[in-house]
């Protein structure tokens, strides 16, 4: 979520557009695509998802966590407040609607605990870095990422506190490229 955004003013759609090319060039980067764009009642909203056809679920939660630290700075040097949460875990991804109206949709519990997580991080009293990650994040990329973990977060629609990390960044032990996937 690039906050920050005024839709009433006249530079709107060219900082829209721009934050998108932003997510577009990181989500290439990392292997995956942009599946949302919009503007709803918590502002501008990106929605990018790792591990779709044909890149395999190989490092997608290290993927998943090295694009949104790189789309947070990207935003952050454009002025933008970047609210980011992440998750990993499935999800129903395909057609959704009739023959006649039809659209792809990403759907099932870690989209919306992304949406609590980004929503979490928009907190104005957060400081610092401002996107949170759950536990599955942490387990998939923490080898080669340093997380600090955080107080587990009470969300709407969650019996129990979710446990949720903050990513700082690649680990000094672990400063090897990302290698392409090959197969």
Known sequence: QPGGLDQTQADAPARLQAAVDDALRVAVRFQGHVHEVGIDDKGAVLILAFGLPPHGPENTAERGVRAALELEAALTARGHRASIGVTTGLCYCGVIGSPLRRSFAIVGAPMNLAARL??????????GPRGLGDASSARGSGARLALDALAPLRLKGKARPVPVVRPAGLRADAARRLAPLVG
């Open 118 to 127: 980004m929503e979490s991080a928009a907190d104005p009293a957060a400081v």
